[in-house]
């Protein structure tokens, strides 16, 4: 089963960066290579949302508009892990964000506060 852990969330200033992370374990001898790994959030009173998401293999990585140009999502591959780089952060970025491998394996969300 895989089982994936998101960290790296926290309160930050306005305009200010924060890096999230996820980490595979449990790939019973496979790679997180071989899923494509979403990012999502979910801010209160809101549905949860599609940040953007990197595609197995070759690797391809695709943001939604809110986030386009402030956010990139890249792979460590000999880590079995997954960033978030999140730059310019707004108010609004305030949720609590996810990772996905595949379509079945969420990870349990981590806080990130933007806020003066």
């Known amino acids: 089963q895989v089982q994936l852990v998101e960290s790296g969330g926290g309160l930050v200033q306005p305009g200010g960066s924060l890096r999230l992370s996820c980490a595979a374990s449990?790939?019973?001898?496979?790679?997180?290579?071989?899923?494509?790994v979403g990012w999502f959030r979910q801010a209160p009173g809101k549905e949860r949302e599609g940040v953007g998401c990197?595609?197995?293999?070759?690797?391809?990585?695709y943001y939604t508009d809110p986030v386009k140009g402030r956010f990139t999502i890249a792979r460590d591959s000999t880590k079995n892990t997954v960033y978030l780089q999140m730059n310019s952060l707004k108010p609004e970025d305030t949720a609590v964000y996810y990772c996905?491998?595949?379509?079945?394996?969420w990870g349990q969300g981590t806080q990130v506060t933007v806020s003066s």
């Open positions: 996905r491998a595949g379509f079945s394996f």
């Open positions: 449990g790939l019973s001898g496979y790679t997180l290579d071989i899923y494509a």
């Open positions: 990197i595609m197995g293999g070759g690797g391809r990585v």
